[in-house]
């Protein structure tokens, strides 16, 4: 779950309506002072079984930040943003590691602000099995694109680390947990 203000969003990873555990996003905004009303619900515009679709999510103003660890290769990060308020949703973009491998979990933990999206990939082999890492994706044209600015790995990286298991990210400071 992640919430902004008065919107909260909720994966549901193994919801089943484009297959087995394809997935999908609740939004809940608050319209009135104490109950909070589920105002859409998302799924990928490719959405299959397997894919894992909500299994992280982040919020930031009107932009949502999907994991989907089952889609692509290795896993895929899919952007949303709302243009009305939150009653709907359109898909901007889908992030992928530039070097994805079967098995990373690209989208493992996921986290936005501003103009930065930051993607944990806990079981990415760079410097052993599941050392893991963590992947900087940037806009520069208001969300219309974004582009991989940055691989994170841990200096003293080893197997079975885990890093990115857990990201955060607070104006140009990353924090990302390892195993």
């Known amino acids: ?19 087995s555990d394809s997935g ?3 939004v809940f905004a608050l319209p009135a002072p104490t109950d ?7 799924t990928a515009a490719d959405a299959a079984a397997t894919s894992m679709f909500g299994g992280s999510v982040a919020i930031d103003g009107n932009t ?3 994991g989907a660890t089952g889609a692509g290769t290795g896993g895929s990060v899919y952007v949303l943003r709302t243009s009305d308020g939150g009653v709907t949703y359109d898909q901007v973009a889908k992030l992928m590691a530039s070097d994805g491998a079967a098995g990373d979990e690209f989208g493992y933990s996921v986290t936005i602000d501003g103009n930065t999206v930051v993607v944990g990939a806990y079981l990415d082999d760079d410097a052993g099995t599941s050392s893991g890492s963590a992947y900087v994706f940037r ?4 969300g219309a ?8 790995t841990a200096a003293d990286a080893a197997a079975s680390d885990y890093f990115g ?12 947990r390892g195993g």
Do not use: H
């Not at 779950?1 to 297959?19: E, F, N, Q, R, S």
């Not at 806009?139 to 208001?142: I, N």
């Open 145 to 152: 694109t974004y582009d991989q600015v940055a691989k994170l």
């Open 36 to 42: 909070f009303a589920e105002t859409a619900k998302l």
């Open 64 to 66: 949502v930040i999907i």
């Open 165 to 176: 298991g857990s990201v955060a990210i607070a104006g140009d400071t990353v924090a990302i």
């Open 139 to 142: 806009t520069t044209d208001g």
């Open 24 to 26: 999908s996003v609740y």
């Open 1 to 19: 779950v992640a919430i902004d203000g008065k919107t909260i969003v909720a994966g549901a990873p193994y919801d089943d309506d484009a297959g």
